[in-house]
């Protein structure tokens, strides 16, 4: 059948997490409390380190942006899922669906890379205190976030580029809440093996890059806290480390798995949980694991929230 006779789609319907009116209710107000925490944390975190000049250093360069980052990563799939738990028609548009998976990808490489940033500045500060101000310049913190999002860009625009020129002719349901490429490749009428090769490549070679960089980064870094003598010193730092790793490790296990196996090996619903996890849980545990525990931060929001109480 030739394309001329085949009916061309310009909008998709999103099925979502469920098809039950009431359920979508309750899934609606969960991930409402969940984006709004998410973005009340990461937008105090940001006020905290531009109100005090004892908070510009490179750490809370890096946290700044990544709260940014974070703010603007949620936003990409949450709003529209929350539209369509309460809407009758849920579609979006072929190139609305395109631009999702475009800024999707790019906030996602730039999460990445700035997480390796964040593992390498405290690989300096632990591992090489003497050279920490001649590692981390601020030149050198600029030119790292400048490339997270040089490289995020680039990996977004290598996937979503050949995607303009896909033909979808139906079916038009995409079983997810939300567009990524993994399902958009598998309606596409016309031959996606170039497109799922360059996924599949960039992906690998990105994500393990990244993986890589901070993987190395948390090695030297508890190596060097074995060999702290105090138990009390070791014990707080491991855990500090090790609540970095955790979250770090479920976004990019989620991320590969999802990106990365064959369409077959998992379930919709674990499909669906993963991007979760990579998409909207890790926005809002970043600010609390990196920025709330800790005590220069809580300090200065006790005496931000201790001035705004006593002015009222």
Known sequence: MTMKNQTIVTEFILLGLSSDPQ?????????IVIYLITLGINIVIMAVIRADSHLHTPMYFFLFHLSFVDICYSSVMVPKML?????????????GCIAQIFLFILLAGNEAFILSAMAYDRYAAICDPLRYLERMSKGICVQLVSGAWAIGFFHALLNTVFSLKFHFCGPNQI????CELPPLLQ???TDTLTNQVVLLTSSLVFGLSSF???LISYIYIISTILRIRSVEGRHKAFSTCSSHLIVVGLFYLTGFLRYTKPSSIFSVVLDEIFSIQYSILTPMLNPIIYSLKNKEVKTTLRNILGKFWFLN
Not at 83 to 95: C, D, G, P, Y
């Open 83 to 95: 539209m369509n738990f309460l809407a009758e028609h849920k579609t979006i548009s072929v190139n």
């Open 175 to 178: 079983n997810h809440f939300s």
């Open 187 to 189: 309606l596409s009428c």
């Open 212 to 214: 890589l960089l901070t």
């Open 23 to 31: 359920m979508q209710i309750l899934l609606f107000l969960v991930f």
